[in-house]
């Protein structure tokens, strides 16, 4: 087995560093796979292979250059002079073969035990470091975390588990750091942006009294008043979007329309100033299109059944009949088509008598005929209202269930 298969991938990786041989970036990616337990893929095996190679070429031709020019100086110094013959080498270089034999193994292996020495001890201080860490940040388990300190700086190895310990407080230090920025950020943005607002506040105070005063403003604050103006009105029209969406959800939970789950997500993203993705914008829409059709539905009905209610109380028309045909609304069944034309008729007969009591003098025919299209338009799609509210109620119990 020759001197590079010996070698493990982490031991070429710290050794093609410590040449300089390969890219920087790519070593250090192969070295944090290695370190973590993952798995190369073949084409950073290819790359090691290749880079390996070059570094034992490299690393012959130094030392045999190194080796010769010491051995040089070392004859000319036993020898007394500077100018050396070739067969004087020669003889030389067979004699000191013969006494010395150069192991670059083994001093290949030390340089590489002190590179990985070097690394373990710059894992340990980043670990003891992070320790400390999520301790100041009280993240972990005291007795836990000091345990695993005491292991670390007595040498000895930490458990498997201990290391998922901590990678999972480290991720949670991370996330803890992050939104502390982020929220210290944020806070410094919105008070400078106050800031800002009571600059434009008054700003427009100033041009406001000029105008009340019947100063003239110039071109410039006629400029800045129309610009603001303008974003004040985009940002007003979306809030009102928002609010209005918002209403909307609320009267689709108060119906029992829509998963109430999906609703309240897309309610917090409105409320926290978030994206609404596209595919839940679409799925508010179709509910909301449900809601319309469903009030429009009702108020049909529900007019419907406020003439029953005027007609009983004037008396006129069969109030058994009419209430048979109440019943029918209120439980949400067709009614026969003889009660709709019956209806209709004492609905003519409650405009004509409800007009003379009002002592209003008599519509022009188009006033009459709009009124008489306008409940003979709601009769006749009663049955029809009906079907599609039923409809609306199977599936809002659907969607309960």
Not at 182 to 187: D, G, I, N
Not at 214 to 241: C, D, F, M, P
Not at 260 to 275: A, F, N, S, T
Not at 334 to 358: D, F, G, W
Request: contains cysteine; glycine residues 2%.
């Amino acid at each position: 087995m020759t001197d590079k298969e010996n070698k493990s991938p982490l031991q070429i990786v710290l050794q093609l560093e410590e040449a300089r041989i390969g890219e920087p970036a790519r070593l250090e990616s192969i070295k944090e796979s290695l370190n973590t337990g993952k798995e190369l893929l073949e084409t950073d095996k290819q790359y090691l292979q290749e880079k390996a190679s070059e570094l034992h070429k490299a690393i012959e031709h130094q030392m045999m250059v190194d080796w010769a020019i010491d051995f040089v100086k070392k004859l000319q110094e036993k020898e007394k002079r500077q100018n050396v013959t070739i067969d004087e080498l020669k003889k030389s270089l067979e004699k000191e073969k013969s006494l010395h034999k150069l192991d670059k193994k083994f001093a290949q292996e030390v340089a590489t035990q002190l590179k990985v020495a070097v690394e373990h001890e710059k894992k340990v201080k980043w670990t003891l470091d992070l320790i400390r860490q999520l301790k100041e940040a009280k993240v972990g388990e005291p007795d836990k975390l000091n345990e695993i300190s005491r292991m670390l700086r007595s040498g000895q190895n930490v458990e498997e588990s201990h290391k998922q310990y901590l990678e999972e407080k480290a991720r949670h230090l991370k996330q803890i750091v992050d939104c502390k920025t982020k929220a210290t950020w944020s806070l410094d943005a919105i008070k400078k942006l106050q800031q800002a607002e009571i600059k434009h506040s008054q700003k427009l105070e100033v041009i406001k009294q000029a105008v009340e005063n019947g100063k003239l403003v110039s071109e410039r604050e006629v400029s800045y008043l129309n610009a603001r103006y303008e974003k004040l009105q985009r940002e007003l029209e979306h809030q009102n979007k928002v609010e209005w969406t918002l209403e909307t959800i609320k009267k689709l939970k108060e119906v029992g329309l829509g998963m109430p789950e999906r609703l309240d997500k897309i309610k917090q993203l409105l409320e926290d100033e978030m994206p609404v993705p596209e595919n839940e914008a679409r799925y508010l829409r179709e509910e909301y299109k449900a809601l319309t059709q469903m009030l429009s539905l009702k108020r049909k009905i529900d007019w419907t059944l406020s003439v029953i209610k005027d007609l009983q109380e004037m008396e006129i028309g069969n109030s058994q009949r009419l209430s048979a045909i109440k019943r029918n609304l209120e439980e949400r069944r067709p009614v026969p088509e003889a009660e709709i034309n019956y209806l209709s008729h004492k609905c003519r007969l409650l405009m004509i008598i409800t007009k003379k009591m009002q002592k209003e003098f008599e519509p022009s025919n188009g006033e009459s005929k709009t009124e008489e299209a306008h409940y003979n338009s709601i009769l006749a799609e009663l049955n029809s209202a009906i079907a599609e509210s039923e409809k609306l109620q199977i599936k809002i119990a659907r969607q309960a269930a």
